[in-house]
T-cell receptor, first 118, second 117 residues
């Protein structure tokens, strides 16, 4: 079965703290994509990163970094030196390409609400 | 500039009264998706169009229909809204052909928040 689990429902940090959002996935497929999206209060889902199942290289983009480990089926997201503007709900998502999926056919986790306080 | 545009941002409808939500895109993407997101829950795919081909998710209620008259526009019709249909409805697009490795990621609109009274 395919599933995305974000065990942390809510996290609250003080500005400038580092924070890691956890994501664990289950998939039937050998070819799949993993995503992180940010949903600010305004409602739109903002794409942050995509990783395919053949690329376990970690990625850093400014204050954001992602750690993909197939051995533990995890795709964790770290924000370094958090800022108030990082406050949002963050969703981890999976698409399985060999089971009728496309990169918009997403299975989302339940999301982690991050609150960054000044 | 917004690339996936949803109108209206907020919609109030009466119980049982048909309602249509609209989505347009300027990306010329061939695939358009509709997601339902209930309060504090994850978005859930309702259906998508791959070009003109309609693909319904197995658990999408019959009450939900969709139309795609051309590449740029897609509509979500709710034939008889119930209180349980109150949610944020998100439209998304992507471009892809054949094997999934060539696809773009999904681009989302700002959503339409539907209230049923």
């Amino acid at each position: 079965a395919q599933k995305v689990t974000q065990a942390q429902t809510e996290i609250s940090v003080v500005e400038k703290e580092d924070v890691t959002l956890d994501c664990v996935y289950e998939t039937r497929d050998t070819t799949y994509y993993l995503f992180w999206y940010k949903q600010p209060p305004s409602g739109e889902l903002v794409f942050l990163i995509r990783r395919n199942s053949f690329d376990e290289q970690n990625e850093i983009s400014g204050r954001y970094s992602w750690n993909f480990q197939k051995s533990t089926s995890s795709f964790n997201f770290t924000i370094t030196a958090s800022q108030v503007v990082d406050s949002a709900v963050y969703f981890c998502a999976l698409s399985e390409l060999n089971y009728g999926g496309s990169q918009g056919n997403l299975i989302f986790g339940k999301g982690t609400k991050l609150s960054v306080k000044p | 500039d917004a690339m996936v545009i949803q109108n209206p941002r907020y919609q109030v409808t009466q119980f049982g009264k048909p309602v249509t939500l609209s989505c347009s895109q300027t990306l010329n993407h061939n695939v358009m998706y509709w997601y339902q997101q209930k309060s504090s829950q994850a978005p859930k795919l309702l259906f998508h169009y791959y070009d003109k081909d309609f693909n319904n998710e197995a658990d999408t209620p019959d009450n939900f229909q969709s139309r795609r008259p051309n590449t740029s526009f897609c509509f979500l019709d709710i034939r008889s809204p119930g209180l349980g249909d109150a949610a944020m409805y998100l439209c998304a697009t992507s471009r892809g052909v054949g094997a999934g490795l060539l696809w773009t990621e999904a681009f989302f609109g700002q959503g339409t928040r539907l209230t049923v009274v």
